[in-house]
């Protein structure tokens, strides 16, 4: 198919502004006199060449006020922040066990307090048990490096 100047031109966002591959508001008017008999349906090929150019600019995204950037933080740390749900599994009077995907945490009347768990391999023991809890999410986030929330 014939197309305009017989060339690709890149639909990458640059910010090289002397890529002769760019198509600029220049280019789109010489387009439209090229073809204008119907200036509306141009024939102009595009391709992003963003990975194989040597020359490929990048744009950083600027944040137009310190609030947006709250707002924008903010949303993306309740989009990656996911809770450690434990589940009450076992309960009788010797011994309460509660689990999540991974984590175990278990109370034994012997011992009096609460063991956690990754897998089978105890990793310590706390007298409380939000303690526990909040001591397997932050295992759980150093060996993953995610961040966590507790439920």
Not at 40 to 53: G, H, I, L, R, Y
Request: glycine fraction near 2%.
């Amino acid at each position: 198919m014939m197309c305009y100047k017989d060339m690709t031109f890149c639909s990458a966002v640059c910010n090289n502004k002397d890529c002769s591959r760019q198509f600029t508001k220049e280019q789109s008017e010489g387009a439209k006199r090229w073809w204008s008999h119907d200036p509306e349906n141009v024939p102009v090929a595009f391709s992003d060449f963003s990975d194989t150019c040597e020359e490929y600019d990048q744009p950083v995204r600027r944040l137009a006020t310190e609030r947006d950037a709250a707002r924008v933080a903010k949303l993306e740390a309740t989009v990656r922040v996911k809770p450690l749900v434990f589940t009450l599994c076992h309960c009788n009077k010797n011994r309460m066990e509660w689990r999540s995907d991974q984590y175990v945490i278990e109370w034994t009347h012997a011992s009096a307090c609460y063991s956690y768990c990754f897998g089978t391999e105890q990793l310590g023991w706390e007298t409380n048990f939000d303690i526990a809890a909040k001591a397997l999410v932050k295992y759980h986030e150093k060996r993953n490096r995610k961040k966590l929330k507790c439920l």
